[in-house]
């Protein structure tokens, strides 16, 4: 996995293997900046910056699909949950709205609120607007809309936690 940080210059990347770290390193200068470690297991599947780039999110490929937000300047862990049962493709924080991030996967796209140390989620609601499955990517956007590449090759747009427009 691989994050740009928003100054364009530092970079996270994520391994996979026993006991994976996450580094983050400048590109220009190729020298690590932070390594952050002894959370994920099997691998580290998706990065994350948040707008001002001072926080990282990070998702496991553990059974849980760990997800974690870190002050990656100190190392340290502001937050961590279970992020679905199902495999996670892509997670993302709305630039737009300072403590909500966005995650999406295997049948289920969800929305997050960072609290304090404590990192909630609620369901997307697929309704009938469209077909529940796999999402693949997304992109955030302003008044609380999020896109997101479905399988089929759909966008699917929503609002708040509904689907509200598939374009195909």
Known sequence: SLALHPDRTLVATGQVGKDPYICIWDSYTVQTISILKDVHTHG????????????????????????????WQKGKILATATGHSD?????????????????????????????GNALTAKRGIFGK???????????CARDDITYSGALNGDIYVWKGLNLVRTIQ
Do not use: E, M
């Open 129 to 139: 607007t469209g077909d529940l499955q796999t999402i693949l990517c997304l992109a």
């Open 44 to 71: 580290v599947a998706g990065l994350a910056f948040d707008s001002d780039g001072q926080r990282l999110a990070s998702v496991g490929l553990d059974a849980k699909n760990t997800i974690c937000i870190w002050d």
């Open 87 to 115: 495999r996670i493709f892509d997670i993302s924080w709305d630039p737009y709205q300072p403590n909500r991030l966005v995650s999406c996967g295997v049948k289920h796209i969800k929305f997050w609120t960072l609290c």
